[in-house]
């Protein structure tokens, strides 16, 4: 092998530039020539790629986001993009490629495989940490660290009026960062998309502690099939206009930030364990991390399997909150 190319794809997370300069200086180690492909997919698509030395590589390693961009490529789920993209890697003599990103940038990859076949690695790059085979993925333990500062904050002023906060934090199809931020901040409950919300029981507890003067806060993560944040506030409110209720949304600002140690040492880990993969000749697999030690899952069984530990956090939750 001789030339690999490394790209990111879907939601940024924080390490990704960590990964990206593993990868990078890993590969140059390995005399091997390293470019990057701009904007994910659609870059691959469009043949944008640049090549990669360590310098350029610099200083990224404390920094949010992703110097290469990323994107969500609708062009690369047509057989024709997908074809287009091979071509481009071809024509570019790319023999292995690096790809970092969550569930969707590898069930791309899995039906990519069909067709292409220059092996691919994955590095599990999302805040969501809804991949199987890693204990935790690039870009989770910011954004978890990122709620609980913020939710601190809210948490001084709640306490303050003696309100009742409903945060909203990200997670369209999955709860653990509104799982684990939330057994974090002692919120006094969460809800998640995948366990049935009961507000009417979330109403009979709020209820049976009306007269409690103290703070109440209940994550929502964005997904959660009873709404979001404002619905679920406004049907709460209807229950019980005695309590002084308040919405906050967070939103991209989970999205972004310097990483954590922990992002930074995880990402690097896997960058640099992606490129070694591809020497070792291995192909469609995702790097994680579980146990402390490195390992390979096939795309497949990677992506759309949700981790089961949501009743242990949610009893836990409950007998420690309210
Ligand atoms: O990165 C994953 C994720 O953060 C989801 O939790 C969220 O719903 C989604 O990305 C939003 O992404 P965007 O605003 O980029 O479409």
């Known amino acids: 092998m001789k030339k690999i190319a490394v790209f990111t794809s879907g939601g940024d997370s924080p390490g990704m530039n960590a990964c990206i300069r593993a990868v990078v200086r890993t590969g140059i180690y390995h005399d091997l020539e390293v470019v990057g492909i701009l904007q994910g997919y659609e870059g691959m698509i469009d043949g944008d790629f640049i090549p ?44 292995g490629v690096i790809a970092i990103g969550g569930d969707g940038t590898f069930t791309g990859a899995r039906v990519f495989s069909e067709i292409c076949e220059i092996p691919i690695v994955g590095c599990p790059g999302t805040i969501d940490n809804d991949l199987i085979g890693t204990d935790y993925t690039i870009g989770y ?46 919120a006094e409950d969460i809800f998640i998309p995948e366990t049935k919300t009961d507000l009417d029981r979330l109403i009979n507890r709020l209820a049976a502690c ?27 409110k209807k229950a019980l206009p005695e309590y002084d209720t308040r919405v906050t949304i967070l939103g ?3 999205r972004g930030g310097n990483p954590t140690c922990m992002d930074r040492v995880n990402s690097s880990r896997m960058g640099f364990a992606a490129v070694e993969a591809l020497m070792a000749g291995k192909r469609n697999v995702m790097i994680g991390i579980m146990n402390n030690k490195v390992t390979h899952t096939p795309f497949e069984n990677a992506t759309k399997h949700l981790q089961e530990i949501y009743p242990d956090y949610l009893r836990m939750m409950e007998i420690l909150s309210l």
């Open 52 to 95: 990669m030395d360590r310098k350029s590589v610099a200083n990224i390693i404390n920094r949010g986001g992703t110097i290469l961009k990323t994107a969500r490529s609708p062009r690369f789920l047509e057989p024709e993009g997908r074809k287009a993209a091979y071509q481009q890697l071809k024509k570019a003599g790319i023999e």
């Open 141 to 186: 333990d910011t954004a978890i660290n990122t709620v609980m500062e913020a939710v601190d904050k809210i948490r001084d002023t709640a306490e303050s009026h003696n309100r009742l906060f409903f945060v909203e934090v990200m997670g369209r199809d999955a709860g653990l960062i509104a799982l684990r931020s939330g057994i974090a901040v002692g």
């Open 210 to 236: 009306r007269k409690d003067k103290s703070s109440k806060i209940i994550i929502v993560a964005e997904g959660d099939e009873a709404g979001g944040a404002f619905e679920i506030a406004d049907k709460v």
């Open 252 to 254: 991209h600002i989970q």
